[in-house]
């Protein structure tokens, strides 16, 4: 007799691969790189600023990562090239009965400048994400990088009670580690709501910026009149900001107001919000 076998042994799984680079040609920054496999993308390079600067935004045409998923993600710049990166909207992590993952690997030549500036990674309830990315820096290459992570779905009355998120980061600069940091949390953990941990806060964001500002700036930054529980710290070459918030919208946007403040200070350019941002 021929017994039925599970279905959930049929479960479609995306295996997604994306290969950036970029070099610096004259007064222009030009994609030199762009190879992708399955549902990864960028879209059509844009230079609001100009020519210096060259803007990529990173498409996942299935709008969601499931269990067995893996997304593999690299970006070169090159000597004095400019790539500013971000998304079109949230990257939402599903609940899964296995674990999904993504790596992200950047490397940053000596003159150049990276800007990694996605939009929100929202968690859901029994999802089993696992992120890696590591970032390395040549000389002095410039890095403005931040996440923001959701932990289930606050507006839909969902707590992450259920399965795990675990990230690692690591930062090099010329193979000497500048910044190392491993997370995991596990759904229903006392951690969610300890005052030493999350406090009852959902969304939680990190900004990390090469370089070192006053103790002016540093003043103006924690000024900031936004809605979360954040603060700045200044790191030997490397700003450090982080913030808790009920919801994303706040913990965006916190970043947001910071990197218009610091841009011109660290990067010597005028903040220009992609207009992604705002649609």
């Not at 913990?251 to 841009?263: E, K, N, S, V």
Request: hydrophobic share 40%; net charge negative.
């Amino acid at each position: 007799m021929n017994l039925p076998v599970p279905t959930a042994l049929f479960t479609p799984s995306w295996h997604a691969e994306l290969e950036l680079g970029y070099a610096r040609f004259g007064d222009s920054t030009r994609p030199v790189q762009r190879r992708h496999k399955g549902p990864l993308r960028v879209q059509k390079h844009l230079y609001a600023e100009g020519p210096e600067v060259c803007q990529h935004i990173i498409v996942h045409p299935p709008g969601g990562i499931a269990g067995g998923d893996r997304l593999d993600i690299s970006a070169s710049v090159g000597r004095d090239a400019w790539a500013q990166i971000t998304s079109p909207g949230a990257a939402k992590w599903y609940r899964a009965a296995g674990p999904a993952y993504q790596q992200l690997d950047l490397k940053v030549a000596s003159g150049a400048t990276l800007e990694w500036l996605p939009q929100e990674t929202i968690i859901f309830s029994d999802a089993q994400a696992e992120l890696s990315t590591s970032i390395d820096l040549e000389g002095n290459a410039r890095l403005f990088y931040w996440d923001v992570v959701a932990l289930g779905r606050p507006a839909s009355g969902e707590r992450f009670d259920l399965g795990h998120f675990q990230a690692q980061l690591d930062i090099r600069r010329d193979g000497q580690l500048l910044w190392h940091e491993r997370q995991r949390i596990v759904g229903g953990d006392g951690l969610l709501d300890s005052p030493i941990g999350l406090d009852g806060q959902p969304v939680f964001a990190t900004l990390l910026v090469t370089g070192d500002i006053g103790s002016d700036l540093m003043e103006q930054c924690r000024s900031l009149p936004h809605d979360v529980r954040g603060d700045l710290t200044q790191l030997p070459g490397l700003l450090v900001a982080r913030c808790l918030a009920s919801e994303a919208l706040l913990a965006r946007g916190w970043l947001i107001d910071l990197w218009r403040l610091l841009r011109p200070a660290l990067l010597d350019r005028e903040a220009v919000p992609p207009r992604i941002w705002s649609t």
